[in-house]
């Protein structure tokens, strides 16, 4: 089992910066994958910005040269530095790990998700 918290969501003017965090704890396999997701009002959840086990990097597109995805494994952490937000970043943003990853992550999304968090809210006004 495996459980995803996230936290450092809230209200930022677009332009400004926020940093989630997700604290992962449980057992996951040497090859993985951790992503950001989000979900806006009346539309589908959708990739924001992925990190596989080797280090490996990927984003949307709509987020590439603004968003910054990490991880700390010393604190079971992964991290997603957003900045120069904009009103359409409003939305649910969730954690979500790929604990035995068969594929590599694509357009800032895992292969799959085997456990999702909460998700932290996420408003930016203009």
């Known amino acids: 089992q495996v459980r995803l918290v996230e936290s450092g969501g809230g209200s930022a003017q677009a332009g400004g910066s926020l940093r989630l965090s997700c604290v992962v704890s449980?057992?996951?396999?040497?090859?993985?994958?951790l992503a950001w997701y989000r979900q806006a009002p009346g539309k589908e959840r959708e990739g924001v910005a992925a990190?596989?086990?080797?280090?490996?990097?990927t984003y949307a597109d709509s987020v590439k040269g603004r968003f910054t995805i990490s991880q700390d494994n010393a604190k079971n952490t992964l991290y997603l530095q957003m900045n120069s937000l904009k009103p359409e970043d409003t939305a649910m943003y969730y954690c979500?790990?790929?604990?035995?990853?068969?594929?590599?992550?694509?357009?800032?999304?895992?292969?799959?998700?085997?456990?999702w968090g909460k998700g932290t809210l996420v408003t930016i006004s203009s």
């Open positions: 449980g057992y996951v396999y040497s090859r993985y994958c």
């Open positions: 979500g790990a790929d604990v035995n990853r068969q594929t590599p992550s694509y357009g800032g999304s895992c292969g799959g998700i085997d456990y």
């Open positions: 990190i596989d086990s080797d280090g490996s990097t």
